[in-house]
């Protein structure tokens, strides 16, 4: 039997998984099975917690990294679910079933065809997390024969932020060091899409960015502006793990999952 505490969560997930609500009537008869949660969210936090008490078992829900055709809070279905029964993929702190994989698992000749076939076609359609919005204009940045440096901010209080062990930084760091780094480049940045539709905050005020940064304030396909610009800063966005597809040097202000692999 697969339990939740979430309601939210159960109806999230009703096209991949039946998971039933763990009420009053299992807790009072001590009813165990696999407890699910979202990530490290309330939810979570409390599937782990039970499935000690219980000595059972616990999975970890997250949104794929393919997610959908809009977004989250614009009740957008998930099109692909990660499950974790190990901790969960931006969690630096501990051990992941994603860690797990790419240490353990034998990634044999006809894995690793698919896997390339499936990042040319990312590649080509610009498929990304988000898939709601229309490719960059091929004329939209100057051609001034100036490099373009992308600062890809996200959102404020993200969970990936604070276990990507990213919250000793702060995003006019990184802008300071794009700069530094960068000399006579132009510094662009990138909201998140969740940001510009006004459901979330963003982790840098407008006041906070310097006027030598260009701020991208219309939603563009995140893939088709990657393939315009030169090197990308972030703390933990999956952004920077595309950016990674396309073959562009991505610097991290923070431990997201991507990091430390030798790409």
Known sequence: MSFSTSAQLIKNVEHFLEIKHYSFYERFFAKKGVFYG????????????????????????????????????????????????????????????????????DFDEKLMSEATEAISLMLR?????????????????????????????????????KYGLSEGFATIDIIKAAASENANADIYIKLHPEVLSGSKLSDISAEDIPPFCHIIT?????????????????????????????????????????AGWGV
Request: hydrophobic fraction near 35%.
């Open 38 to 105: 979202w990530g490290r969210r309330d939810s979570g936090l409390r599937a782990v917690r039970l499935a000690q008490k219980h000595k059972s078992s616990f999975v970890l829900l997250e949104d794929g990294f393919v997610r959908s055709t809009a977004l989250a809070s614009q009740k957008s279905p998930s099109f692909s679910l990660i499950e974790d029964d190990v901790g969960i993929y931006y969690d630096a702190t501990q051990k992941s079933k994603l860690e797990n994989i790419l240490n353990n698992y």
């Open 218 to 258: 219309q939603d563009v396909n995140p893939l088709s502006l990657l393939k315009q610009v030169d090197k990308v800063y972030t703390k933990t966005s999956q952004m920077g793990f595309e950016a990674l597809l396309l073959g562009k040097e991505c610097v991290c202000f923070g431990m997201p999952f991507y």
């Open 125 to 161: 359609y610009n498929i990304s997390k988000y898939n709601n919005s229309k490719d960059l204009a091929e004329d939209f940045f100057p051609n001034n024969g100036k490099k373009r440096i992308l600062i890809i901010a996200q959102t404020k209080n993200d969970a990936s932020l």
